[in-house]
């Protein structure tokens, strides 16, 4: 199993900034991707971000230009610093990452995780 420690929401007027924490942790881990997912109050989850072991990035578009994905690969861990955040942008992100970790000494088990999620909310 591996555990995912996430934070960063808040409370914000329109404007502001917050940036979201996603810390992995787990025995010998190798993250291929990292991201971002939201989904607000009767809507489904939407992609956000994501970034890659090569640092390739993906963005939805409403978010483009405002937000920014980042890795910090010695700490095994994604930020998600999002500047001019706006009332659409009120909604549970949650982490997502994928990769694998040591299963035994001498092979690898794939994993896909989320986080908790954790609360953004905008206000005007």
């Known amino acids: 199993q591996v555990q995912l420690v996430e934070s960063g929401g808040g409370l914000v007027q329109a404007g502001e900034s917050l940036r979201l924490s996603c810390a992995a942790s787990?025995?010998?881990?190798?993250?291929?991707?990292m991201g971002w997912y939201r989904q607000a109050p009767g809507k489904q989850r939407e992609f956000v971000a994501d970034?890659?072991?090569?640092?390739?990035?993906n963005y939805v578009d409403s978010v483009k230009g405002r937000f920014t994905i980042s890795r910090d690969n010695a700490k095994n861990t994604a930020y998600l610093q999002m500047d001019s955040l706006q009332p659409e942008d009120t909604a549970l992100y949650y982490c997502?990452?994928?990769?694998?970790?040591?299963?035994?000494?001498?092979?690898?088990?794939?994993?896909?995780?989320w986080g908790q999620g954790t609360q953004v909310t905008v206000s005007s």
């Open positions: 997502n990452v994928v990769g694998t970790y040591r299963m035994n000494a001498w092979s690898r088990r794939n994993f896909d995780s």
């Open positions: 970034m890659s072991t090569s640092s390739t990035t």
């Open positions: 787990g025995r010998s881990l190798s993250i291929n991707v």
